[in-house]
């Protein structure tokens, strides 16, 4: 694909990178996102399941054998998948710490819950929606980690008998306090933010461009499709893979 040649300078010469992921950066692993775009033709999970019923504390507390049902379907369905080029990509791009002539530090936030970051060798990985392998206890906050193997089993909590949920953000629920600080703190430093693969539309996370934006930072968006942000400096119309994938030196 053809880079535009200020888009590929404001990367090389950028110090303090941040980079903040969505559903579509694992949308080439075969991870379905939450809302689809125009060529997708895929379901987005939106279109399927409501998101207050399973994605919401008061979902969970009205019925949470529903709830419990849709995050055992979701973790089948994600423990097969891998990372793909655009989890690979960041992940060279953090451990190379440059991607041009500068040594640079490159942070990255994610709205996934998936792993799959990790998973393509990423290791400071800020997630600001919590993470599907792991659940916690409602009352004594124990955290419990779940491997594959353990999809299927629901228990209470072996601390306190207390009813165990997964470890994801929910909506109208607070984002953990320590993400959000290093998010913050990642956005107002840095010299140039890459949005990947998010719709924009769900905050504070959406708010994380405007931040840098705010304090000097060049914006820089990836995804096949414009989204609402306001705030963006380039558009680069690509998937994620195939333009990271690029981009790596
Ligand atoms: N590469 C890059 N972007 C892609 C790709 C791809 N291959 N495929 C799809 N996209 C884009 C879509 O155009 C869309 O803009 O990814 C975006 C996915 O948007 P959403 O499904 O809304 O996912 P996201 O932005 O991560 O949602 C934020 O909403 O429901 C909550 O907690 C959930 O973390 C999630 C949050």
Not at 217 to 227: D, F
């Amino acid at each position: 694909m053809d880079i535009e040649p200020e888009v590929l300078a404001l990367i090389q010469n950028a110090k303090r990178v941040t980079i903040l992921t969505g559903a579509g950066v694992s949308a080439e692993s075969g991870v379905a996102t939450f809302r689809a775009y125009k060529d997708e033709t895929r379901e987005s999970l939106w279109s399927q399941y409501d998101p207050q019923k399973m994605a919401s504390i008061d979902g969970f507390l009205e019925n949470p054998n529903l709830v419990w049902q849709w995050y055992q379907w979701r973790r089948r369905e994600l423990k097969n998948k891998k990372p793909n080029d655009a989890h690979k990509a960041i992940a060279k791009w953090q451990q190379s710490k440059s991607l041009g002539l500068k040594q640079q530090t490159v942070t990255l936030i994610t709205q996934n819950v998936d792993g799959l970051h990790q998973a393509g060798g990423s290791r400071d990985v800020i997630e600001l929606h919590g993470n599907i392998w792991r659940n916690h206890c409602l009352q004594c906050r124990a955290e419990y980690k779940v491997d594959v193997t353990g999809i299927e089993s629901v228990t209470n909590c072996p601390e306190c008998g207390g009813q165990v949920r997964p470890s994801v953000v929910w909506f109208g629920e607070a984002l953990p306090e320590q993400a959000w600080r290093d998010a913050e703190s990642a956005s107002y430093s840095c010299d140039l933010f890459l949005s990947v693969g998010t719709s924009s539309q769900v905050y504070p996370a959406a708010g994380l461009a405007t931040l840098a934006k705010s304090q000097g930072a060049k914006v820089i968006e990836i995804n096949p499709e414009p989204t609402e942000s306001s705030v963006v400096d380039y558009f680069v119309l690509s998937k994620a893979g195939v333009f990271l994938n690029e981009i790596e030196l």
